[in-house]
């Protein structure tokens, strides 16, 4: 009798494997747009199976994107994609997690939510497309809008001080912080594909325009620029210094530490939610 050996062919994942039957649903040249093609251009440079691949997203014009990948998604409640994602992480470690929405749902009504998820350095990679407006509520001021910004919720011109997402990030102890830009689809997907290789909490600030409420391409042109080729990532003072920037908009990685179950301390154990759930069984 002869054995015929069988042999098989690795299969290889396309930007196409990764799209969803939904057709996006965005303003002709939102930002978001380039950030999508962004997240699927990492996706294919890392050949992750799509069903190991699990989105979670708030509310928001940003947050309708898991429904556009072909993996698992979460559209969860507003402000609320972060504790969503930390919980599906701790149950299904095996599983690559994102969590994507916009300055709003991430800087305003989920800012609670941000600096402990970071400090706790679990292993998801955090998308926030930051358009410094409301758009899916029809245009009012953001956390990350400038002052003097003129909109609906604030006529005579905003008051605030714009927060400055990098810097609370770095401060809350996450170990990996970039910035890209929505324009630049290539060098963000080259952050994005870092973000997941990174076994930490990986946090990516996208400058990604608002081109019906408040159409910041051109500025963000002239603001936009890489960080220096001497900058250390490992340089927690210096990432803080361009954080704070605000009269430019540095792009890059900004810092990258070891994850925080590599460094000295209490070592982390599986998490059994098997044997959690038993303790309260009678």
Known sequence: ????????????????????????????????????????????????????LAVVSGIGCSSRLPGFLQAYGLHTVHGRALPAAVGLKTARPDLTVMAVGG????????????????????????????????????GQTSPTSPRGHVTKSTPYGQSAQPLHPLAIVLASGASFVA????????????????????RGFAFIHVLSPCVTFYDTYKLYKELVYNL??????????????????????????????????????????????????NRFRV
Not at 122 to 133: G, K
């Open 228 to 277: 220096p080729a001497d900058h250390d990532p490992s340089d927690l003072d210096a990432a803080m210094h361009y954080a704070v920037e605000s009269d430019r908009l540095p792009l890059g990685i900004f810092y990258r530490r070891p994850p925080l179950e590599s460094l000295p301390g209490p070592t982390p154990k599986p998490f059994d939610t098997q044997a959690y759930l």
């Open 1 to 52: 009798m002869t054995t015929v050996p069988i042999t098989s062919t690795p299969v290889v994942f396309k930007a196409a494997d990764y799209r969803s039957d939904l057709k996006p649903i965005w303003c002709p040249g939102c930002g978001d747009f380039g950030v999508l093609a962004a997240i699927q251009q990492a996706l294919v440079a890392l050949q992750i199976n799509p069903k190991d």
């Open 103 to 138: 300055d709003g749902d991430f800087f305003s009504i989920g800012l609670g939510h941000l600096p402990h998820a970071a400090r706790r350095d679990l292993d998801i990679t955090v998308i926030v497309m930051d358009n410094a407006i409301y758009g899916l509520t029809k």
């Open 179 to 198: 910035r890209g830009f929505s324009s630049q689809p290539k060098q963000l997907a080259e952050l994005i594909k870092a973000g997941l290789e990174h």
